[in-house]
């Protein structure tokens, strides 16, 4: 596989290409979202394996695509630009909506017989068939806004810039339309290990419903805890990096 196939592919930000890393680490951002959110769990992550971050349609060097307002039908794209990079040990972490999504592109995989991850992180995500009641994308502009900065996880300084809010609304409230109108049935299942990782303050994905992850692998699962809320991930990347690692490292 060679570096340059992923500058041609929009699916995917490389920021420390590594073609010989023994494994690589697929991150699924939240809704709102985008791969260089997680630049600095890429360069923590880079001595331990290749790591793609997803970009979805609609935002930053994708800003002039269609948008794609659903978790299946990110997953069912994701699952064919990812076969490409099945070529050595797959982990996919996927944070709030992006647990969801990469749990679905997990299900491709599977669906189609072909070799997919050998392990799924998910962070901050309510667990698939549990239901989404709140309705963010169907709020007016300013009143969507409101509540995705009272989340935090997306910068706020965007939202003053002439010209800026009109080109990031359209991803943001595609991404809330995705999450907020997915549920999986009870019986979907995963075989692959499953770690859940929550806050134990989140109010948006309490401990609780993060735990009921456990029903969606016939494989071993594990709930780990950690200080903070929906983002508590910002102040924990060497303990996420760690859980992140520890299966690669033996």
């Given at each position: 596989?060679?570096?340059?196939a992923?500058?041609?592919?929009?699916?995917f930000?490389r920021?420390?290409?590594?073609?010989?890393a023994?494994?690589?680490?697929?991150?699924?951002?939240?809704?709102?979202?985008s791969?260089?959110?997680?630049?600095?769990?890429?360069n923590?992550?880079?001595?331990?394996?290749?790591v793609?971050a997803?970009?979805?349609?609609?935002?930053?060097n994708?800003?002039?695509?269609?948008?794609i307002?659903?978790?299946t039908?990110?997953?069912?794209?994701?699952?064919?630009?990812?076969?490409e990079?099945a070529?050595?040990?797959?982990?996919?972490?996927?944070?709030?909506m992006?647990?969801?999504?990469?749990?679905?592109?997990?299900?491709?995989?599977?669906?189609?017989g072909?070799r997919?991850?050998?392990?799924?992180?998910?962070?901050?995500?309510?667990a698939?068939?549990l239901?989404?009641?709140t309705?963010?994308?169907?709020?007016?502009d300013?009143?969507?806004?409101?509540?995705?900065?009272?989340?935090?996880?997306?910068?706020?300084?965007?939202?003053?810039?002439?010209?800026?809010?009109?080109?990031?609304?359209?991803?943001l409230?595609?991404?809330?339309?995705?999450?907020?109108?997915?549920c999986?049935?009870?019986?979907?299942t995963v075989s692959?290990?499953?770690?859940?990782?929550?806050?134990?303050?989140?109010?948006?994905?309490?401990?609780?419903?993060?735990g009921?992850?456990?029903?969606?692998?016939?494989?071993?699962?594990?709930?780990?805890?950690?200080?903070?809320g929906?983002?508590?991930?910002a102040?924990?990347?060497?303990?996420?990096?760690?859980?992140?690692?520890?299966?690669?490292?033996?």
């Amino acid at each position: 596989m060679s570096s340059s196939a992923v500058v041609e592919n929009p699916w995917f930000r490389r920021f420390n290409p590594s073609d010989s890393a023994p494994a690589r680490i697929v991150i699924f951002p939240h809704a709102g979202g985008s791969a260089s959110y997680y630049l600095e769990y890429a360069n923590a992550l880079a001595p331990h394996a290749d790591v793609l971050a997803v970009q979805y349609p609609g935002r930053q060097n994708r800003i002039g695509e269609p948008t794609i307002g659903s978790v299946t039908g990110l997953a069912e794209q994701l699952a064919r630009e990812l076969r490409e990079w099945a070529d050595r040990p797959l982990t996919f972490f996927g944070h709030s909506m992006g647990a969801a999504v990469a749990f679905e592109t997990v299900r491709c995989f599977e669906r189609d017989g072909v070799r997919g991850p050998d392990r799924l992180v998910v962070s901050a995500g309510r667990a698939p068939s549990l239901p989404r009641t709140t309705r963010v994308h169907q709020l007016p502009d300013d009143e969507l806004l409101a509540e995705i900065s009272a989340l935090g996880g997306t910068d706020d300084r965007i939202f003053a810039v002439p010209g800026l809010r009109e080109l990031v609304l359209p991803s943001l409230r595609a991404d809330y339309m995705a999450v907020e109108t997915y549920c999986s049935t009870p019986d979907a299942t995963v075989s692959l290990p499953i770690t859940a990782l929550a806050g134990e303050s989140d109010a948006h994905a309490t401990v609780d419903q993060v735990g009921q992850w456990e029903r969606h692998t016939t494989g071993p699962f594990d709930l780990r805890v950690f200080q903070g809320g929906h983002f508590y991930l910002a102040d924990r990347t060497h303990d996420v990096v760690e859980v992140l690692t520890a299966h690669l490292r033996g």
